[in-house]
């Protein structure tokens, strides 16, 4: 009889700590607004500029739940064969129609997988980028999501982590951000897989409070654009390719949380978390 006690209380014990089903819900936006391919948003930047999304997807990997302990629990991913692979989740909101011609029809919005513990959790992390190892890979020899062709570079910097463009009152043909690592070494040829970059340029993002049944990570397309001038461009190039020489590059640094230059580094603003119902509200 004791050793049934003992085998059951047990069987609890593992209970307690199995793996949980968990869904991260992501959502894009553009101030208290949702962001979709085809509508325009007044008041953004310093010139109070309409702009209108052309593209809006980027990667995230490493996604942590934090308990009341502080003890980080790694979220491990579905492997979907289309937007999660390992520890890395490409999230996609343009849909290919209107403004994100370049884009493709099918859309995600979640990170999904299970994680052990359960219970409460106190904080949400996450990395905004791909990982070094995945990063500087064959695109042609590499698996779903790392074998779109829009989000590599052209040299071997790897992937871009993040692609959000869109069009601009004073540049209609589009203003860029695309972000990812520089300074990649070594570097001969487009092709040469380097050992260190200079500027990774991945963001550590940390949400606190954040309880996954209730809240909605928001990337906010406002937010980075705050102290951004969306109507200044060049012939050869509008908005930032992560360049390190790049001024338009600064302001939107700043808000991802990155290093720039000289410029004192801060908490990043581009991701919120707010109640899944609250931005539904400002649609």
Known sequence: MKTTLFLSATAFALSAVAAQPVSLQFRA?????ELACGQSYPGIGVTKSTITPRDFRFYVHNVRLVDA??????????QDDKWQLDNLALL?????TGSCSNGTPQMNSAVVGTVD???SWTALRFTLGVPFEKNHTDLTRMPPPLNLTAMAWVWNAGRKFARLDFSSTGLPRGFAVH????????????????????????TEVELRGFDPARDVIVADLAALLQNSNVDLGTRMMSGCMS???????GPLFSNLGLPFGTQPVK????FRKEARTALAAGR
């Open 243 to 249: 360049g390190p020489e790049t001024a338009a590059c």
């Open 117 to 119: 513990g359960g219970g």
């Open 92 to 96: 996609d909101f343009e849909n290919a």
């Open 29 to 33: 936006a553009v101030g208290a607004k």
């Open 69 to 78: 302990a502080g003890k980080e629990h790694a979220v491990e991913l579905k």
């Open 179 to 202: 972000l990812g690592s520089t300074g990649c070494t070594p570097s001969e040829s487009k092709t040469t897989i380097p050992t260190k970059c200079s500027e990774p340029n991945r």
């Open 267 to 270: 908490p990043q603003t581009f």
